[in-house]
């Protein structure tokens, strides 16, 4: 997802440590890592919605015909 280094990411704490105080640090820490796996939560259950329907857009009777982009229309 992001290209992050060793030094980014101690780059990252440090700056952290010094902004937030030792304190208050895993608090945020925490904190991020729900918000991060709440959206990767979302992100999945939303692709899956899609492929599902995608998979199955075919089998309904009042789905349109599909037609090849490829093709040229005359």
């Given amino acids: 997802m992001f ?3 060793f030094w980014e990411m101690l780059v990252l704490c440090v700056l952290g440590l010094l ?3 030792p304190n208050k640090l895993p608090e945020v820490a925490i904190k991020i890592g729900n ?4 959206a990767k ?12 329907e995608i998979e199955l857009a075919p089998l309904r009777p ?3 015909e599909r ?3 490829t093709e040229e229309k005359e």
Avoid: K
């Fill in 41 to 52: 939560s979302m992100v999945n259950s939303f692709s899956r919605q899609m492929r599902q």
């Fill in 3 to 5: 290209d992050i280094g």
């Fill in 67 to 69: 037609t090849d982009v």
């Fill in 35 to 38: 918000y991060v796996g709440r």
């Fill in 19 to 21: 902004v937030l105080g």
């Fill in 62 to 64: 009042d789905a349109p």
